[in-house]
């Protein structure tokens, strides 16, 4: 579609995906042709990063649109292969409007180790992302993968899948962003804790409990696996 036809939207968010790429590429969050980006439109239609593509070096022109079977419904680029993470995504979260699909190094090595990265240790994380729970295997590029997810997607707006990357849900493409790099953050110290003592505690439920509590206060409205105890009991 070329740039004349595009609404405001449209080229707002084609804008939008290509910086989030540059961000993810330049931090380290993704290498070479990893990772995917989407953002949904007031229509339901979804702009996503297309196959094969380094997001890095993006152009607006080439994030790929497709309908939510993921259909094109353009003459433009393809959409990215693992497109049904984003789907299965939108499909179970309404109120979702941007998806950062990645591949932080030390939240994958976190999975890879089996360091539990939904233990409540940082209390930042604790009110706002809550725990990190972690998907099972599965294959990347098949049907077999979103479908993985899509318990967890109910529950929390970032998780991981093992041995793969992560998922993180967003209001905007800034906030999917947001939850992107606080949650390689997260993992970055959790590694360091680990290696430094051997192994890591969980803060007292008491102390987690009275942080949590000040979620409402605070206004934040994320989903929280520690407030929802989804998957947890």
Not at 73 to 82: H, M, N, R, V
Not at 195 to 203: K, N, Y
């Amino acid at each position: 579609m070329a740039a004349a036809r595009w609404t405001d939207e449209e080229a707002r968010l084609r804008t939008a995906i290509c910086r989030i790429g540059k961000l993810s590429y330049d931090r380290n969050y993704i290498v070479g042709a990893d990772g995917n980006i989407s953002a949904r439109m007031a229509d339901g239609t979804i702009l996503i990063t297309p196959t094969g593509a380094m997001k890095g070096f993006l152009e607006p022109h080439q994030v790929a649109h497709v309908d939510m079977t993921g259909r094109a419904i353009d003459d433009g680029p393809k959409p990215s292969s693992e497109v049904g993470i984003h789907l299965v995504s939108y499909q179970e979260r309404p109120d979702v409007k941007a998806i950062c699909h990645a591949h932080p190094p030390h939240a994958v090595a976190m999975t890879i180790a089996g360091v539990d990265l939904q233990m409540p240790v940082i209390p930042e994380i604790i009110v706002t992302i809550g725990g990190i729970p972690t998907a099972p295997f599965g294959t990347p590029g098949t049907s077999e993968l979103p479908e993985t997810i899509r318990d967890l997607v109910r529950c929390s707006d970032v998780m991981m899948m093992q041995n793969h990357g992560s998922v993180t849900l967003g209001a905007n493409l800034m906030d999917a962003y947001k939850k992107l790099d606080m949650l390689e953050h997260t993992a970055k110290i959790l590694w360091l804790a680990h290696v430094a003592r051997g192994g890591l505690e969980p803060l007292p439920e008491e102390d987690v409990r009275k942080m949590l509590e000040t979620r409402a206060q605070l206004g934040i409205t994320t989903r929280n696996t520690l407030e929802n105890r989804c998957g947890l009991e």
